[in-house]
Each structure stands twice: as structure tokens, then as C-alpha cells.
């Protein structure tokens, strides 16, 4: 399979490692919106730059009939507009904002254990605490959003709050900066008689490469859009 890798940073260069201990090839790198690079030998595109680039990228690949993987978070204001366009193309589009198997494993664990302490929602309160490095540029994480997108949509809070004094109806994400720190994810459900936290650490970014690869061959000969739910059959 060739793959084009647009972002070639630090997850562009373990997508590439990754991507050749699998057999694969590599037809371009670019750092920029590839407006004037020929698509001719790519079979997929993996997309990891920045939130105010995203979209361009996304939108270029699926113009061009090439299916793409993205993992870039904080441009998801636009994301209703990607579907669009993907239908109306024919394209074929997986965004996930965590590629990490054992993260996705633990969205699910996650959404169970909001949907079963539903019933017992008022004696809880939420709070997420997400810990990257200090380069990243979106707060709080597009993971800890999807955290807590899972919780409101079981109806146990109705919303999020960032750094500040929340409400019993709202989330707390607490969002911390430090270097060299791939990630941590913590859910704490805390009662006056009970706490119960779940927790995903990243050691590396080995992890997310190896989800966004496994993503990219996934998504061969498919058309639509995706999410890491589908490829891993959870």
C-alpha cells in the first residue's frame, strides 16, 4: 500500500516507521496543504497537522479520490461539513481523535460505566483529567471531549466545563501541560460513599501510529465515513 503522510512531525515520523515495518510504502511527506502534489501512486492518505489546516487536507484528499485517515483534533466545527463533501464525492473518510486500540477499548469502557451508573447520576460527580505535552495545541484534548461526549449522550451530565468551578449537571475537564508527556486520560466518578476512576496512559506514540495504520488498511475498497469503532468492531 503507498501512503501519503500529510503532517510530518513527531506522529508523521512514527507513522512512517510503523508503516514500513508493515510492508508498506511511503509516496509522499507534506507539511503543507498538498495542493500541487500529485496523487497519482498514493492508496491513502494519513493526515496528523494542525487544527487550522485539517480541513483543507481532508477536503483536498477526498476531491481527489483518495481515501484518508485523520487524527488531527480541534478543528471539529467543520466536521458536518467533511461529511458533506464525502458524500457528495463518493469519498471515503475515518477520523478518530484517539487511534490508540487500547484508548478506543477504553471509550467503550467508559460509555458502559456511564450508562449503567445512569440510573444513580445525581449521587456522582465527573471529572476528566487530561495530561499532554506542552506543544499541543488544542485544550482541553479532542480525546477528553470525546470523553465526556459519551457521558452527556448517556444523559448523565448535560454538559462540560474547562479549569473552573462546575455545576452538579456538568463535567469537569481539567486540562494539564507538561513536557514529555505523550498522554493520560482519567474519568473519576466520585460519591460520597464510592470512587470509581478509570485510566489510559500512552507510553509512546508507537500506539497511535500503529491504530492509524491498522486504520488505514482497514479502510480499502470502502467508501463513507468511519471511526475506529468500525475497524475494530467494537
Not at 480541534?74 to 469519498?91: M, Y
Amino acid at each position: 500500500m503507498n501512503i501519503a503522510i500529510i503532517g510530518y512531525g513527531k506522529m508523521g515520523k512514527a507513522i512512517e516507521k510503523i508503516a514500513k515495518i508493515r510492508n508498506h510504502q511511503i509516496s509522499f511527506f507534506s507539511n503543507k496543504s498538498p495542493c500541487n502534489i500529485s496523487f497519482k501512486n498514493t492508496d491513502v492518505a494519513v493526515e496528523f497537522s494542525r487544527p487550522d489546516s485539517a480541513f483543507k487536507n481532508i477536503k483536498i484528499c477526498i476531491e481527489n479520490k483518495i481515501p484518508i485517515v485523520c487524527g488531527t483534533t480541534g478543528w471539529l466545527d467543520k466536521f458536518n461539513l467533511v461529511k458533506d463533501i464525502c458524500k457528495k464525492k463518493n469519498g471515503t473518510f475515518l477520523y478518530s481523535s484517539n487511534f490508540s486500540i487500547g484508548m478506543n477499548i477504553f471509550y467503550e469502557i467508559n460509555h458502559k460505566l456511564s450508562k449503567l451508573l445512569f440510573p444513580y447520576s445525581i449521587n456522582y460527580e465527573i471529572k476528566i483529567e487530561e495530561i499532554h505535552h506542552k506543544k499541543k495545541i488544542d485544550r482541553p484534548s479532542g480525546t477528553a471531549l470525546f470523553l465526556a461526549k459519551n457521558i452527556i449522550n448517556n444523559k448523565m451530565k448535560k454538559t462540560w466545563v474547562l479549569d473552573k468551578k462546575k455545576t452538579k449537571d456538568e463535567i469537569l475537564i481539567v486540562s494539564k501541560r507538561f513536557d514529555k508527556v505523550p498522554g493520560i486520560h482519567r474519568v473519576l466518578y466520585q460519591s460520597k460513599i464510592e470512587n470509581i476512576e478509570i485510566e489510559h496512559k500512552a507510553h509512546n506514540r508507537e500506539g497511535f501510529a500503529i491504530g492509524a495504520i491498522i486504520a488505514a488498511e482497514w479502510i480499502q475498497n470502502k467508501k463513507g465515513i468511519f471511526s475506529m469503532k468500525e475497524v475494530l468492531g467494537i
